[in-house]
């Protein structure tokens, strides 16, 4: 009998797909049916966006991968001659709160927040929409939908891939035994819909989740914990996915020093990732990551600014932009390199 360290009940979540190939293509939810791929403002948008000052708030930016959307964020906002002002929210929904305040009182023309978590972030959009400011969700969801739109990933999609690809290649090295998973908290929708996304995909190739940690800080030294406690409590481990950049940095160290990285040969641990990183195209390249779902990270930054762009001249801006997720592996990573630098993160 396998000890358990965490069980966690994952949310059934009404979605399906279709994995084309490289990049995951999502059926999209009867809900989300109107949701846009990419937002492309006119000119006049882009004029009346010009000189005007919007307002970023990012929980944290500690965590390389707000870093990625906040250069997004940036990149358009020079492109169209905007003024960006910066919060950090250092994960907390108070210091979230008094931030989008602080943005409202300075007068900002359109903020954009990722959220500290899905529960908070009504507060933050009653505030906004009281003060008349347009106010776009970027990444991690909320709990209500008065925005102007939101923009995420297709977690459920992309991490479906994820576990797709690596129960096909699990299945065809004939490997059975138990898979882990560090998860972002399962208190944010994006979670939810990446955890549910990556067992349904596992689940095409007869494979289940054994073992569930959620993170709390998203610090590499707690993903090297989660992981030890995963291999320690499953001496039958064969795999985990670790499904954001932290935690996949934090199991591949923990796994190469238990002797179970990826020189350890036929006692190899592979590891699965999701969000995409500079270190994680490189352990791609190496071995020591076997696949990730990387997402669009400063894309969805560029669609936030552009779709407050359209807001101010009174241009349609779909309640939702869906961004694809792209599945990186050993063989392909070498051909999306100029994409990855444009959409995803610096490569080095």
């Keep these: 009998m396998k000890k358990r360290v965490v069980s966690v009940l994952m949310t059934t979540l009404l979605a399906c797909g279709m994995w084309t190939g490289t990049v995951y293509a999502a059926d999209v939810a009867e809900e989300n049916a109107d949701a846009a791929k990419e937002l492309t403002p006119s000119d006049d ?63 900002v023309d359109g903020i954009i927040i990722s959220p500290t978590d899905s529960a908070s972030c ?86 289940e989740v054994s073992t569930v940690l959620e993170s709390s800080d998203y610090t590499m030294d707690e993903a090297d914990g989660q992981a030890r406690n995963i291999a320690t409590a499953n001496p039958d481990l064969i795999a985990i996915f670790a499904n954001h950049d932290a935690a996949t940095n934090g199991t591949m160290a923990a ?44 894309n969805l930054g560029k669609q936030s600014v552009k779709a407050i762009a359209m807001d101010l001249n009174d241009e349609e801006v779909a309640k939702q932009v869906l961004l694809d997720v792209v599945l990186l592996t050993a063989d392909n990573v070498n051909d999306y390199t100029d994409f990855i630098e444009e959409n995803v993160c610096t490569v080095e």
């Design 45 to 107: 948008a882009i004029s009346a966006a010009k000189g005007k000052t919007f307002a970023y708030v990012t929980p944290s930016t500690t965590t390389p991968y707000w870093n990625w959307v906040e250069d997004g964020v940036q990149a358009q906002c020079d492109e169209y001659g905007i003024e960006l002002i910066v919060y950090d929210s250092k994960d907390d929904s108070a210091t979230q709160l008094s931030n989008v305040q602080n943005a409202i009182t300075r007068g």
């Design 122 to 207: 009504p507060a933050v959009q009653d505030e906004a929409e009281s003060a008349d400011v347009p106010l776009v969700v970027c990444d991690v969801g909320s709990d209500e939908d008065n925005y102007l739109t939101y923009v995420s990933t297709d977690n459920y999609g992309g991490a479906k891939a994820v576990g797709e690809y690596l129960g096909e290649y699990l299945k065809d090295k004939g490997l059975e035994g138990s898979i882990g998973e560090i998860t972002i908290p399962l208190s944010r929708i994006n979670g939810q819909k990446r955890s549910s996304g990556f067992a349904d995909g596992l689940a095409e190739s007869g494979y």
């Design 255 to 298: 796994l190469d020093d238990l002797g179970l990285g990826a020189d350890a040969g036929d006692d190899q641990v592979f590891v699965a990732s999701f969000d995409g990183s500079t270190e994680c195209v490189e352990a791609l390249k190496n071995g020591e990551c076997l696949v990730c779902g990387a997402q669009q990270a400063k």
